[in-house]
């Protein structure tokens, strides 16, 4: 299980780096109101992601564990959604 979760990390280390290239490439200043917004949304939705795996690494109680999977699903799914 942790191998897939590693996995995971690295995907979002890659895709992290990617869209750093692209906020390089376009200063906040020249972009749009509704630009920034999105961007700002998504990394909150990316840092809820994150810490929401790291309580699924340590998350013993299968309920727990659970709802943890739930919310992950929810995030992936919005995250996907504004990209």
């Known amino acids: ?18 869209r750093r290239a692209l906020e390089a490439s376009a200063p906040a200043f020249e972009q749009s109101p509704e630009v920034r917004a999105r961007r700002e949304r998504l990394e909150s939705l990316r840092l809820s992601r994150s810490h929401t795996l790291d309580q699924l690494e340590r998350a013993t109680n299968p309920a727990h564990r659970e709802m943890l999977r739930r919310t992950l699903t929810a995030l992936e799914a919005e995250i996907e959604a504004l990209n």
């Not at 299980?1 to 990617?18: H, N, P, T």
């Open 1 to 18: 299980m942790a191998r897939g979760w590693e996995s995971k990390a690295v995907e979002d280390q890659q895709q992290e780096a990617e």
